[in-house]
């Protein structure tokens, strides 16, 4: 079923509630009004009999006397039933009802007599000695015509409103989902041409201009990703001609060379293996780059003193090769993420770290209320440089030298994105060297931000 045929459906069923509910409202009150009015009329004739001169008159309704035994005062074609007999037997109380006979229906009230009540009778005026039943009759078969006739008249104007509904409907539906439909035809448009700089016309503040200014988001969302994805294709292209170059060069050496001697053989392997290391290590962090939010680990509360101190551990190792202390003040506090993605982060700032810390040298880190940093004393980041820092590939000059791939520090911007904090990057006032810090939002045990 069509969007648009849902919306006819819709309009109609609600007009058809609308119109039987009504119709079947007004049914019930006229029926309920005529029948009132008939009661009060027979309740009327029987308060005039009861407080006349004459103990015997009607007054626009038939009325009869019914004695127990059934016979009637005066005779009449009335039916005589069980109720009727049970009333005039004096074990049944009054009654109010309508009945058919004589192809015509009625409104009957009986009324209960007590023993010793007067009647008229053919010779006048006489007791009964015992119970008996006042019979008040009304025809109302005219007024039921006029409700039949009513009831057929609300059929036709509720069959009516169907009709007027339903066409009400094609023409809400149609002016309704016109606009949708131009939204769509853009939207194929786009997706026929994969043109990603059209922008919708975002139109009014309404339902259909929020999704205009939606998919107006993301299309920038989808251009920015494909650039950022052709920028990230050229910047790894250039990166790995390089040792690829290297690595081509020293294999033809070693081809065209059989008489190398020993250590010359040596070197060039050594230096195929550390260029074979680093591509390995600009795939790794290509791979990660790409990864992004796609990290298999499970999106929980985590102990970031506890992040950190692993990541210490492991640095350590490497900074003992160099005579660098790494020290430690931590405090716990608890953030929200994915664990091997934050340990990663953390890394990196530590291997940075480590690379540009001369022997000797001291790193810092400190853990606190959801924020880390990891201070060095090297020659620190100039505020020139600082914008570039967290640019995929980019390198200062006094870092060219160093084997890395330049990627390090992007894949931490990533991943702290990624937990909705921030990294900036500023010079120690203690050690003089470069200082990264990390805030992340803080927060409980429980996994409630704080």
């Known amino acids: 079923m069509t ?8 309009t109609v069923l609600a007009a058809a509630i609308a119109v039987i509910l009504g119709g079947f409202a007004s049914y019930l009150s006229t029926r309920h009004a005529l029948l009132n009015s008939v009661d009060a009329s027979l309740r009327q004739d029987a308060q005039a009999q009861h407080d006349a001169d004459d103990p015997y008159r009607a007054i626009g309704s038939f009325t009869e006397v019914v004695l127990p035994s059934g016979q009637t005062l005066p005779k009449s074609d009335v039916p005589i039933d069980k109720t009727i007999l049970a009333i005039a037997k004096g074990t049944l109380g009054e009654q109010l009802r309508t009945v058919n006979f004589d192809k015509g229906t009625f409104r009957e009230l009986i009324e209960p007599l007590p023993a010793g009540a007067f009647v008229t009778c053919p010779t006048g005026v006489c007791q009964i000695s015992t119970t008996s039943a006042e019979v008040f009759v009304v025809d109302i078969t005219g007024q039921v015509e006029q409700l039949h006739e009513l009831f057929t008249t609300l059929l036709l104007v509720a069959a009516g409103g169907l009709l007027v509904a339903f066409g009400l409907g094609l023409f809400l539906a149609r002016q309704a989902l016109h606009p949708l439909e131009e939204v769509t035809d853009e939207i194929e448009g786009v997706s026929l041409t994969n043109d990603l700089e059209h922008r919708l016309d975002e139109g009014d503040d309404d339902e259909l201009g929020r999704l205009r200014r939606v998919f107006n988001e993301l299309l ?15 910047d790894a292209s250039h990166e790995l001609r390089t040792p690829l170059t290297s690595l081509r060069t020293n294999a033809q050496v070693l081809a065209r060379r059989p008489d190398l001697s020993q250590e010359e053989t040596a070197q060039i392997t050594t230096d195929m293996i550390t260029q074979v290391d680093e591509l390995a290590a600009l795939v790794g962090d290509l791979a990660e780059l790409a990864r992004g939010e796609r990290s298999e680990g499970d999106v929980r509360t985590l102990r970031l003193d506890d992040c950190v101190d692993e990541c210490v551990e492991t640095a350590r190792t490497y900074a003992r090769l160099h005579d660098i202390s790494v020290d430690v003040e931590s405090e716990p506090s608890f953030v ?25 040298g001291r790193i810092e880190v400190r853990t606190h209320e959801g924020w880390v940093s990891v201070s060095d004393s090297g020659p620190g980041v100039s505020p020139e440089e600082t914008p570039f820092v967290f640019d995929r590939f980019w390198r200062s000059p006094s870092a060219r030298g160093l084997p890395g791939s330049g990627l390090g520090l992007s894949i931490v911007a990533q991943v702290v994105g990624e937990l909705h904090g921030t990294v900036e990057v500023d010079r120690d006032p203690e050690l003089g060297g470069a200082r990264f810090t990390i805030r992340l939002p803080e927060v409980d045990a429980s996994g409630a931000e704080r």
């Open 3 to 10: 969007f648009r045929t849902r919306v006819i459906a819709a």
């Open 220 to 234: 920038r969302s989808v251009e920015s990703s494909q650039s950022l994805q052709r920028q990230l294709v050229v």
């Open 336 to 360: 929200t993420g994915r664990q091997d993605r934050l340990v990663r982060a953390v890394s990196n700032l530590l291997t940075n770290a480590v690379k540009f810390t001369p022997e000797g």
